[in-house]
């Protein structure tokens, strides 16, 4: 009800006796505590009857309660095997089993009906747990898990008491990895109550106030791995791949890279080739990885991997034969808002 001071009620006939409702303003700042109301009745022949009524006050919300945190933790591999049940899956231009992860920590009392991400600023996207809407599906699970909290029909309808956390997947889009997008949370509780937070982003401030660098570029020949062959696709061969390990400092989604290698070959002609992570073209593949070996490629050779400051990554591409002489590689690092890096490494194995 709304505040109605000020308002007066017309005249009601009755004979004998009459039963009424009557509905007062239940803000909590009117009633924060138990309270003694006092009713009066007026009647027309301007006699009045009074009553005393006790009202129990009304519980005021933990004001320190709400969002805690709420963090943009880039790509994440994740095996949910509930997938398979639901409606509709997340629509995703990458791998599978790989997902945008969003960490969210919240303190509050009572059941989450629903999480929403939107993008404020930025590329345009809005993911949520109401398939209905034909928003792109955000999936909820708890820290470390792989049960979703979503039903079939992705909508979720968990109790809270205290504080918990929440990891928040969504399918890769481009959108929400994008570096310049800004992200609100929202999430709604019972009681039509929904609670709202900007998204932080990690190592958005860590890059160099110099700007984005390649700062080391190393040919280390033949690995222990073998990712790709002569194909334009990833795709193993039996013969390990050669690697480039690289050192950088920037911030956004790196989309692409092109290696460019001449070398001396064991028959001492010079030979040459170039990889890239572009599918479906006539350069051989190339796989991207950090010290963990686990590719960040997509399934056809493509990137959008999140870069956030310092990070070092390993380029693995087949040289064939092993370089046993003289070589010399350029590095050439493609990001979403148009920005290249590029370096050389050359020498002799």
């Given at each position: 009800?709304?505040?109605?001071?000020?308002?007066?009620l017309?005249?009601?006939?009755?004979?004998?006796?009459?039963?009424?409702?009557?509905?007062?303003?239940?803000?909590?700042?009117?009633?924060?505590?138990?309270?003694?109301?006092?009713?009066?009745?007026?009647?027309?022949?301007?006699?009045?009857?009074?009553?005393?009524?006790?009202?129990?006050?009304?519980?005021?919300?933990?004001k320190?309660?709400?969002?805690?945190?709420?963090e943009?933790?880039?790509?994440?591999?994740?095996?949910?095997?509930?997938?398979?049940?639901?409606?509709?899956a997340?629509?995703?231009?990458?791998?599978?089993?790989?997902?945008?992860?969003?960490?969210?920590t919240l303190?509050?009392?009572?059941?989450?009906?629903g999480f929403?991400?939107?993008?404020?600023?930025?590329?345009?996207?809005?993911?949520d747990?109401?398939?209905?809407?034909?928003?792109d599906?955000?999936?909820?699970?708890?820290?470390?898990?792989?049960?979703?909290l979503?039903?079939?029909?992705?909508?979720?309808?968990t109790?809270?008491?205290?504080?918990?956390?929440?990891h928040?997947?969504?399918?890769?889009?481009?959108?929400?990895?994008?570096?310049?997008?800004?992200?609100?949370?929202?999430?709604?509780l019972?009681g039509?109550?929904?609670?709202?937070?900007?998204?932080?982003?990690?190592?958005a401030?860590?890059?160099?106030?110099?700007?984005?660098?390649?700062?080391?570029?190393?040919?280390?020949?033949k690995?222990?791995?073998?990712?790709?062959?002569?194909?334009?696709?990833?795709?193993?061969?039996?013969?390990p791949?050669?690697?480039?390990?690289?050192s950088?400092?920037?911030?956004?989604?790196?989309?692409?890279?092109?290696v460019?290698?001449?070398?001396?070959?064991?028959?001492?002609?010079?030979?040459?080739?170039?990889?890239?992570?572009?599918?479906?073209?006539?350069?051989?593949?190339?796989?991207?990885?950090r010290?963990?070996?686990?590719p960040?490629?997509?399934?056809?050779?493509?990137?959008?991997?999140?870069i956030?400051?310092?990070?070092?990554?390993?380029?693995?591409?087949?040289?064939?034969?092993?370089?046993?002489?003289?070589?010399?590689?350029?590095?050439?690092?493609?990001?979403?808002?148009?920005?290249?890096?590029?370096?050389?490494?050359?020498?002799?194995?």
């Open positions: 009800m709304g505040d109605n001071t000020g308002r007066s017309g005249l009601f006939p009755f004979l004998l006796g009459a039963q009424f409702s009557i509905w007062i303003n239940d803000r909590e700042s009117v009633l924060a505590k138990d309270a003694k109301l006092e009713l009066t009745i007026h009647f027309a022949d301007k006699t009045s009857a009074k009553a005393t009524l006790d009202v129990k006050g009304i519980a005021v919300a933990d320190t309660g709400g969002i805690v945190s709420a943009y933790k880039g790509l994440q591999r994740r095996d949910i095997p509930g997938l398979r049940r639901m409606r509709r997340p629509r995703s231009r990458g791998r599978g089993d790989e997902f945008l992860l969003t960490e969210v303190k509050e009392q009572g059941t989450i009906v929403r991400l939107r993008n404020t600023a930025g590329p345009a996207g809005t993911w747990t109401a398939m209905e809407r034909g928003n599906l955000l999936l909820v699970l708890p820290p470390n898990s792989s049960e979703m979503n039903d079939q029909d992705g909508a979720v309808n109790p809270i008491d205290g504080e918990r956390t929440f928040l997947l969504a399918a890769e889009n481009d959108a929400l990895s994008n570096p310049d997008a800004q992200t609100t949370l929202y999430v709604f019972d039509n109550r929904t609670i709202q937070k900007q998204i932080a982003r990690a190592g401030s860590a890059a160099s106030s110099d700007g984005p660098k390649l700062k080391t570029v190393e040919f280390r020949g690995g222990a791995y073998d990712f790709v062959s002569d194909a334009d696709k990833p795709g193993a061969n039996l013969n791949d050669s690697f480039i390990a690289i950088l400092n920037a911030t956004g989604t790196l989309s692409g890279i092109k460019v290698g001449t070398w001396d070959a064991a028959d001492g002609k010079k030979a040459s080739a170039t990889w890239d992570s572009i599918p479906s073209n006539s350069n051989p593949a190339l796989v991207v990885t010290a963990d070996g686990k960040v490629n997509r399934l056809d050779g493509s990137l959008s991997e999140q956030g400051g310092d990070d070092d990554l390993l380029i693995w591409f087949d040289t064939g034969a092993p370089i046993t002489k003289s070589y010399s590689f350029t590095v050439t690092l493609l990001f979403s808002d148009g920005k290249a890096l590029e370096g050389n490494t050359s020498g002799s194995m």
